[in-house]
T-cell receptor, first 116, second 115 residues
């Protein structure tokens, strides 16, 4: 079984400040991890994904995440927040079963608020 | 290339009715997955279709079903609607189902309200 825990349902940062969104996973097999963003009334857009090639993953819009196996974490960061980053962020895990890849298992999401 | 499209975008139904939602994947993508998003339960995997066959299923009752056509378009059906079925239903497409690290591309969703 696999699961994802996102600490903090709401995170508020000032424009220009560091963004840190936390994600911890549980998986009995090597995980593949994803971060998605959802803007109001829209679907999900992939920010970045970890596929075991490198522990530090760079994504779109200046976001990056670091896979830490010892801490079972995959936290999302951005050095300087922009007003346009305000959205809901989801961490997800996926693993392979006997028949191939399972569906994505999502965390509950973190609503990022940017203060002017 | 056009993205994933879902129709209709909004739907209102009453308890006991049934509903059919449609999803057209990105051109060339053959795998379609469906997810339910609610404030209480979050995002949950419903099922995945590939080559007109359901190859994976989440933990949902049999009232939830789907199918895929030869052109990879997919529909999902919910019968005997309950109030708790009110949700945003998201469709995602990918090239093939067996690659774990493959990106799933999501559509804008269909928002279903059950009264």
């Amino acid at each position: 079984a696999q699961s994802v825990t996102q600490l903090g349902s709401h995170v508020s940062v000032s424009e220009g400040a560091l963004v840190l969104l936390r994600c911890n996973y549980s998986s009995s097999v090597p995980p593949y991890l994803f971060w998605y963003v959802q803007y109001p009334n829209q679907g999900l857009q992939l920010l970045l994904k970890y596929t075991s090639a490198a522990t530090l993953v760079k994504g779109i819009n200046g976001f990056e995440a670091e896979f830490k196996k010892s801490e079972t974490s995959f936290h999302l960061t951005k050095p300087s927040a922009h007003m346009s980053d305000a959205a809901e962020y989801f961490c997800a895990v996926r693993s392979a079963s006997g028949g191939g890849a399972d569906g994505l298992t999502f965390g509950k999401g973190t609503h990022l608020i940017i203060q002017p | 290339k056009a993205g994933v499209t879902q129709t209709p975008r909004y739907l209102i139904k009453t308890r006991g009715q049934q509903v059919t939602l449609s999803c057209s994947p990105i051109s060339g993508h053959r795998s379609v997955s469906w997810y339910q998003q609610t404030p209480g339960q979050g995002l949950q995997f419903l099922f995945e279709y590939f080559s007109e066959t359901q190859r994976n299923k989440g933990n949902f009752p049999g009232r939830f079903s789907g199918r895929q056509f030869s052109n990879s378009r997919s529909e999902m059906n919910v019968s005997t609607l309950e109030l708790g079925d009110s949700a945003l239903y998201l469709c995602a497409s990918s090239l093939s189902p067996g690659v774990v690290q493959e990106t799933q591309y999501f559509g804008p969703g269909t928002r279903l309200l059950v009264l």
